[in-house]
């Protein structure tokens, strides 16, 4: 009786592992020179099992989760909610709602995706950080999840033709992003939706400022540049506001179409928002 209930929790656990698609590992680096690189903490790590099946990896970046899904990215921001005054507390306790087992939640999330849209890429996780993560909860039949692994970039491949967008970490643990244009691919395909958020425009500056239900953020102007016969050649490119929630690139000025174009370095930091606290999964 108790082999053949180690065989059904061992089943389950195949089941539940193989349900979840995860970005393949993978040495692709594409033949591009001139790419940054920086010694930097931050990881990516793959989902076998332990979140939401939607998420391919995610990162943690001064407590706010980074979901890579298949698509685009979801970025969890959280805060703590302000305690309750006196007053309403003991409004609470005379409407009986504290034995009813109400309880006002500690804290609040804010949840938005960027889609690249009309891109159809593929997830690849590569330089991949030694050493296994393994998550132990609750019966081995229900959520053992194990040999986990961590990466210090993702990629995403082909979004568009002959674009790839590279994640990865800098030397202060920020989450930073390159689009690498292939010779002769079309900056103009690249559409990046905003989904949860109220607005977004372009300041005079040439930044990208994006309206939220929690004020403004503020992605600072792209820089690009090309890298030809061992020469980092500038290249002035802007953000393109589509529509009230999408945005792409345009070039300004001169550029070489035989050369690959990147557009670098995009520093993903939403430091509008902190907290201390270590939330666990939002969806």
């Given amino acids: 009786m108790y082999r053949l209930f180690t065989l059904v929790g061992m089943f389950c656990l195949i089941g539940i592992i193989s349900g979840y698609t995860q970005p393949t590992p993978t040495d692709y680096a594409p033949r591009v020179e001139g790419l940054k690189s920086y010694t930097s903490q931050l990881y990516m790590e793959e989902n076998l099992g332990q979140w939401s099946p939607e998420i391919q990896a995610q990162s943690f970046v001064e407590g706010k989760q980074i979901r890579f899904l298949q698509n685009g990215l979801s970025i969890a921001l959280v805060r703590k909610l302000p305690s309750l005054s006196a007053h309403k507390q003991k409004r609470r306790k005379d409407l009986n709602l504290l034995w009813m ?34 998550y132990f909860k609750g019966d081995i039949s229900e959520r053992w999840t194990r040999h986990v692994s961590r990466y210090r970039q993702v990629w995403y491949t082909d979004v568009y033709p002959g674009i790839d967008i590279r994640y990865y970490g800098t030397d202060q643990e920020a989450l930073k992003y390159d689009v690498i244009v292939s010779p002769q691919s079309n900056i103009q395909d690249i559409q990046i939706a905003l989904e949860g958020v109220e607005a977004i425009a372009m300041t005079q500056e040439g930044d990208l400022e994006i309206q939220t239900a929690w004020g ?53 930091s939403w430091g509008t928002f902190l907290h201390s606290a270590a939330s666990d999964d939002y969806a």
């Fill in 101 to 134: 087992g109400e309880k006002d939640p500690d804290y609040e999330a804010l949840v938005w995706n960027m889609t690249f849209k009309g891109g159809a890429g593929t997830l690849l996780s590569t330089d991949a950080i030694p050493g296994k993560i393994n």
């Fill in 216 to 268: 403004p953020l503020t992605e600072s102007r792209p820089y690009a540049y090309q890298w030809i016969r061992g020469r980092e050649i500038p290249v002035s490119v802007t953000y393109k506001v589509l529509d009230p929630s999408t945005y792409g690139y345009e070039i300004q000025g001169s550029y070489d179409p035989y050369y690959p174009l990147i557009i670098d370095p995009l520093t993903l």
